[in-house]
């Protein structure tokens, strides 16, 4: 969800996910988690963004890659 916000507020809108990839780290425990997106290149047509997840105690526990439209839809 943080991948396809990242690139949405970029082109002002909802935007389709192409492909997502994620690798796995370490068992997420506790309460909730944080995400972080960080858009690597927005084209005019393709996106793609970076994702940290971390647990409450700011352990890495998965990283993916999201490769997004960025036509609107």
């Known amino acids: ?3 396809d916000f990242a690139i949405g507020m970029l082109v002002g809108g909802g935007v389709p996910t192409i492909n997502l990839r994620v690798d796995y ?3 997420a425990k506790g309460a909730y988690l944080e995400a972080g997106a960080s858009v690597r290149r927005a084209g005019r047509t393709v996106a793609v963004v ?5 647990n409450p105690d700011g352990k890495l ?4 890659r999201g490769t997004y ?5």
């Open 1 to 3: 969800m943080i991948g």
């Open 25 to 27: 780290l370490a068992p």
């Open 50 to 54: 970076d994702i940290d997840v971390f």
């Open 61 to 64: 526990v998965a990283v993916g």
């Open 69 to 73: 439209s960025t036509i609107t839809g």
